[in-house]
């Protein structure tokens, strides 16, 4: 194509097209976005990196995977690690040897390829990455401790792996005292990587928490100086740059009072398009060809990975860290290798061509097949096999309730009857104890608070209910876990008499995220009718007894709650809300009494201490 725009676009328009596919159908987006990639490269021919880009594609490449890591180490904070730190570690090293001494000699035998480049293929195929993981662990829904170790290794082993692939090229380059060299090189690249990201770390650290530019610069700040530290560590240490982002990413998250909030949202947006980009530019790329020269030998190279050195890295790696078999098992079948080892690859793939190395031109293919292997067949199985483990969490249809007053603990109860996971979650001691009394879990505290982050799992729960009195707390927590779980995940009552007076009124985008039950069912009118002696009843609709025969029997002395459908997912009524439950649907509602019935305990009160945040 004589515009370049054109392209360009069409890559954008893919990716996107490629992700939300692979929403829908729940894998990881790197599948349909390789595919897609090999079909408007090499197949068709629509897209060409190179012509489009020609020189300027691998420093590109190089820019975006360092933006990549940036953005997942910003997410490794080390309360996470709550004890399996030494899984992690061991994976990275014991693992990652493992790995890389079974890959190599297989790879060497059965493809037919020199030492030299087995040992560079051995070293690319040791990383994970978060582009693959983080994907698949939304589908898979593992144990918390299994999910942030595997989390943690993709971001940690990618510097790791690039290193060990670094060494390998020296190695290979080197004419004369190549082990000498090697050691200069390995000790370079890690003084240089740790001791520029620490000091960048640090300093950007004090600039954000000093407030020393204004916010709407801090985003693109730190991104161009993470860039500059970046370059100047490859500029020292060849290839030293993945590590000092990793360290600049991994000491923002954990330095105290440090927000990195905006700046990671930021950051995913941003991955989002360059792991888009850079999958469907670099499969673009493949040689046909080159992938059918592989031959079948690659075949006993995937299963010497997959069912040889991984099971092996995480059995030698899980010694004395306290792991069951099951989550060993897990641990051991979930490795799909992701964008750092297609990027590596391509660039000591250029690098050795330049230097008309021999098979050099067989390195990509042969990652790309793995890459795409591992991805699917992990892909397709990883659910299965966590089921069969009894390692997979509940699928997260459950509620979160924020507020113990006596109408949650009511409601909490009867969704319990349906085989609904709830959780009730306040600052308020007396309702916490009325609610633990009556067997519902619950979460004591500020649910906003870094202990409720590592000790409140999230995993289960698709929905947050604010049904609370506390009129300058429910904001934040709305906020709050919108923020967490997504737009459309909290729901707040009704909240009227503040609405009524103008120096009271709420914003309008708060607003739009109330209207649970109904217009009028604010805290107070709720408290009311169950402290009248309203109870909470479920009714089954049937063939005969239909909506509407429902709504006529009931008319206005019941609030809807919700609905449970035929798959026991629940339907909450709100005023934005369109559902029409059909027969065998069941509708949970609050139905007045029928005479007024003795006072029952609500115990919530508006105490300074439930105000506050924490």
């Not at 890459?371 to 969490?393: C, E, F, G, W």
């Not at 609610?435 to 608070?449: D, V």
Request: charged letters at 15%.
């Amino acid at each position: 194509m004589s515009d370049p725009i054109i392209p360009l676009v069409a890559v954008g328009l893919i990716s996107i097209a490629c992700q939300y596919f692979a929403y829908k159908i729940k894998l990881p987006a790197i599948l349909p976005l390789l595919v897609v990639g090999i079909l408007v490269g090499p197949v068709y021919g629509v897209i060409d990196a190179d012509a489009l880009f020609g020189d300027l594609l691998f420093p590109i490449v190089s820019l975006s995977v360092a933006i990549i890591l940036f953005e997942g180490s910003l997410t490794l904070r080390f309360g996470d690690l709550a004890g399996h730190g030494s899984m992690v570690r061991n994976l990275c090293t014991v693992g990652t040897l493992v790995t890389w001494l079974i890959t190599a000699p297989v790879a060497h035998y059965a493809l037919g390829i020199s030492w030299q480049l087995s040992f560079l293929f051995g070293a690319i195929v040791t990383v994970t990455g978060p582009t693959v993981i983080v994907p698949m662990l939304r589908t898979v829904r593992p144990s918390s401790k299994v999910s942030n170790i595997l989390r943690w290794e993709g971001i940690v082993i990618d510097p790791i792996g690039a290193l060990l692939a670094v060494l390998v090229f020296e190695y290979i380059i080197s004419t004369q005292d190549a082990l000498s060299h090697t050691l200069y090189a390995f000790g370079l690249t890690i003084s240089v990587g740790l001791g520029i990201g620490a000091a960048t770390g640090y300093l950007l650290g004090l600039v954000l928490r000093n407030s020393w530019l204004p916010h709407y610069l801090e985003n693109t700040a730190v991104l161009t100086l993470m860039l500059g530290a970046f370059a100047g560590s490859n500029l020292i240490a060849h290839e030293s740059g993945l590590l000092t982002v990793t360290v600049i990413g991994m000491w923002l998250a954990n330095m105290k009072n440090v927000d990195v909030e905006d700046i990671l949202e930021f950051k995913e947006t941003l991955s989002v398009l360059l792991i888009s980009g850079l999958f469907i530019l670099l499969a673009s790329r493949i040689d046909m060809h080159s992938m059918l020269n592989v031959g079948w030998g690659v075949i006993w190279v995937l299963v010497a990975m997959i069912v040889v050195a991984r099971p092996l890295g995480v059995f030698l790696s899980s010694l004395g860290t306290g792991l069951n078999w099951r989550e060993i098992a897990l641990l051991s079948w979930i490795a799909p290798r992701g964008i750092v080892a297609a990027a590596v690859s391509a660039l000591f793939s250029l690098k050795l061509e330049v230097l008309n190395y021999d098979q050099a031109a067989l390195l990509v293919p042969m990652v790309f097949l793995v890459i795409i292997t591992t991805v699917v067949l992990q892909s397709l199985t990883s659910v299965t096999i966590a089921k069969k483990l009894d390692m997979r969490a509940p699928a997260p249809h459950g509620f979160l309730i924020f507020g113990g007053g006596l109408f949650s603990r009511l409601f909490a109860k009867e969704l319990m009857t349906h085989d609904i996971q709830v959780r009730i979650t306040d600052t308020n001691w007396n309702n916490m104890r009325l609610a633990r009394m009556e067997n519902i879990p619950t979460y004591f505290g500020n649910p906003m608070s870094e202990h409720a982050a590592r000790t409140l799992d999230l995993s289960m729960f698709g929905t947050v209910l604010v049904i609370s009195p506390y009129r300058q707390l429910n904001p934040m927590v709305t906020y709050h876990f919108e923020h967490e779980m997504g737009k459309g995940t909290v729901l707040g009552l009704s909240n009227n008499e503040q609405q009524q007076r103008p120096s009271h009124q709420v914003s309008e985008s708060y607003v739009k995220k109330l209207g649970l039950f109904s217009d009028d069912a604010t805290y107070g009118k709720l408290a009311g009718m169950v402290a009248k002696g309203a109870t909470i009843k479920t009714t089954r609709l049937s063939d005969t007894f239909t909506y509407d025969d429902y709504k006529e029997q009931y008319k206005d002395r019941a609030i809807k709650l919700c609905a449970i459908d035929t798959h026991n997912h629940v339907q909450m009524f709100t005023t934005s809300s369109n559902v029409k439950p059909k027969a065998e649907w069941k509708i949970v509602s609050l139905v007045n009494a029928d005479k007024p019935a003795e006072k029952v305990e609500d115990t919530t009160t508006i105490t300074e201490e439930s105000k506050l945040p924490g």
